[in-house]
């Protein structure tokens, strides 16, 4: 406990244990090496963004956050639930937006909700009041009943978002959740994640829009596979030497990548 202490402070956390703790994460495929000895944590009421060209790790290092492979190498605990260990235990900690949209078109935005809630063992009415508190809090309070075929695609992203939220996850992942989104829905989604960091979440934001990462706490910039910079944006561009984040990302990325 003590040694968890000291090393938060040392890396500037500002919190005692992170809830999510990745450390020296290896994976290949095959002989292609997609993570390289990879550690990132994230404290309560953090918001990390995890900034990286395609081809960086994000996806794989997200699969891994998710336990759909594990890693070859190194440590990943969630709320100091180890998911190799204790998977169902570290997975109840998390709640996920992927990249790809995977609502139900069909069916309503409750019933989407509902099946996320019986999946992670909400009882009926329990889970009746986390569904209408979720919808609340992405603004969409009233429209439990409306079938997501006819939602725009940014309310389709904040019912993905209320989905995550169901179960009151501590860590909330978002895996380049604003790709395919109007800058006013992307602008959007990024304010309703800030304001669930100041209510305590910790977010990891995987993105390779750097206008995104300046928001964060801490800018994780992720380059083949290593972890090039770990830090608060200004402190990013003052060690680069660089005018703006923009100008750090492409100096350290060698502009590698970038959509
Ligand atoms: P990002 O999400 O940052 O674009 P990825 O995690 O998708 O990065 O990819 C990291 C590296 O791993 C890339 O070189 C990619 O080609 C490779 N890779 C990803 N998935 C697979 C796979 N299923 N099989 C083989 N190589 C893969």
């Given at each position: 406990m003590r040694e968890a202490a000291t090393q938060a402070t040392t890396a500037g956390i500002g919190d005692v244990v992170p809830l999510l703790e990745l450390h020296a994460v290896r994976k290949s495929y095959g002989p292609r090496e997609a993570l390289r000895g990879v550690s990132v944590a994230v404290a309560r009421g953090e918001f990390v963004a995890l900034l990286g060209p395609n081809g960086a790790g994000k996806s794989t290092l997200f699969q891994l956050l998710t336990g759909l492979f594990n890693a070859d190498a190194g440590r990943i605990a969630v709320c100091g639930h180890d998911i190799r260990d204790d998977p169902v235990g570290a997975l109840a900690g998390i709640g996920v937006v992927f990249q790809q949209a995977t609502l139900d078109l069909d069916l309503s935005v409750e019933a989407n909700l509902k099946f996320h809630a019986r999946l992670h063992g909400l009882g009926k009415r329990h889970a009746r009041a986390r569904i209408d508190d979720a919808l609340a809090r992405v603004g969409l309070?009233?429209?439990?009943?409306?079938?997501?075929?006819?939602?725009?695609g940014g309310n389709r992203r904040k019912v993905e978002l209320a989905r995550a939220l169901v179960h009151e996850p501590a860590v909330l992942l978002m895996d380049?959740?604003?790709?395919?989104?109007d800058p006013a829905s992307r602008r959007q989604l990024l304010d309703e994640v800030l304001r669930l960091r100041d209510r305590g979440v910790a977010v990891l934001w995987a993105t390779h829009l750097v206008d995104e990462a300046e928001a964060a706490d801490r800018v994780v910039v992720l380059h083949l596979g290593r972890v090039l910079a770990d830090g608060p944006p200004d402190a990013l561009v003052h060690a680069a030497g660089t005018a703006t984040l923009a100008e750090a990302f492409l100096r350290m990325t060698g502009g590698a990548g970038i959509a």
């Amino acid at each position: 406990m003590r040694e968890a202490a000291t090393q938060a402070t040392t890396a500037g956390i500002g919190d005692v244990v992170p809830l999510l703790e990745l450390h020296a994460v290896r994976k290949s495929y095959g002989p292609r090496e997609a993570l390289r000895g990879v550690s990132v944590a994230v404290a309560r009421g953090e918001f990390v963004a995890l900034l990286g060209p395609n081809g960086a790790g994000k996806s794989t290092l997200f699969q891994l956050l998710t336990g759909l492979f594990n890693a070859d190498a190194g440590r990943i605990a969630v709320c100091g639930h180890d998911i190799r260990d204790d998977p169902v235990g570290a997975l109840a900690g998390i709640g996920v937006v992927f990249q790809q949209a995977t609502l139900d078109l069909d069916l309503s935005v409750e019933a989407n909700l509902k099946f996320h809630a019986r999946l992670h063992g909400l009882g009926k009415r329990h889970a009746r009041a986390r569904i209408d508190d979720a919808l609340a809090r992405v603004g969409l309070a009233g429209r439990a009943s409306d079938p997501v075929r006819e939602l725009s695609g940014g309310n389709r992203r904040k019912v993905e978002l209320a989905r995550a939220l169901v179960h009151e996850p501590a860590v909330l992942l978002m895996d380049e959740a604003t790709v395919g989104l109007d800058p006013a829905s992307r602008r959007q989604l990024l304010d309703e994640v800030l304001r669930l960091r100041d209510r305590g979440v910790a977010v990891l934001w995987a993105t390779h829009l750097v206008d995104e990462a300046e928001a964060a706490d801490r800018v994780v910039v992720l380059h083949l596979g290593r972890v090039l910079a770990d830090g608060p944006p200004d402190a990013l561009v003052h060690a680069a030497g660089t005018a703006t984040l923009a100008e750090a990302f492409l100096r350290m990325t060698g502009g590698a990548g970038i959509a």
